[in-house]
């Protein structure tokens, strides 16, 4: 099957997360910051591309918008959302989509490491 | 603003995944599978959905293909994942990208459920 061949030079098929490197999130108004580009173009992926974030605690994304939605799913720690002019609870188990075009910002509100899946569309 | 309004008539911004219906998976070739569409096109969708798969002890999905991909993020249990002609072994911290057009399936090999991530596209 070559195309899986040819998919496997792009990226192995399964990896592991611990092995996919931490990138400092250094756009202004970020603190605290890492991400993870898990699943990305150069890995293989297509239309979107998965990625996970790390906020140490007290730290947070910039309050900014883009014309992309994002998809979240919260994997643990506790955080909020602010989407728009409202605020949400993030913690394990919640997953929260904010549109593309509002004002948003993730902050982590907790003691541990707030740490969610967050998928955006891939512009082509 | 209007624009978050209208996505609050649609779907909740943040939701907890404990609420969110599981389905029985009917499929021909599927056994002990159920899904949660997390984030749906009905729900807010503009490019990509996200489920959250369970597979009970010796579930599976069927073995198929089509013309989308998956991209896929365990949660937590221990399973594989046949693509095209090699097996992976899937357990938590692992991703997996399953190209358009291969064949593939998941399988729980563990003693607890298998549950994981699986992100695809929204086709227009």
């Not at 591309?49 to 014309?67: I, Q, V, W």
Request: proline share 4%; hydrophobic share 40%; net charge negative.
């Amino acid at each position: 099957m070559p195309f899986v061949k040819d998919l496997e030079v792009r990226m192995m098929a399964v990896r592991k997360v611990s092995e996919v490197p931490k990138q400092n999130v250094t756009e202004e108004g970020a603190s605290g910051v890492t991400v993870q580009w898990l699943i990305a173009e150069e890995t293989g992926a297509e239309n979107f591309a998965m990625r996970k974030f790390t906020l140490k605690r007290g730290g947070y994304t910039p309050l900014h918008t883009h014309d992309w939605e994002h998809e979240v799913y919260v994997l643990s720690g506790k955080g909020v959302v602010t989407i728009g002019d409202k605020d949400f609870i993030l913690e394990e188990e919640k997953v929260a989509y904010v549109s593309p075009n509002v004002f948003h910002q993730f902050k982590n509100i907790g003691n541990e490491d707030f740490i969610f899946l967050c998928i955006i569309p891939l512009k082509k």
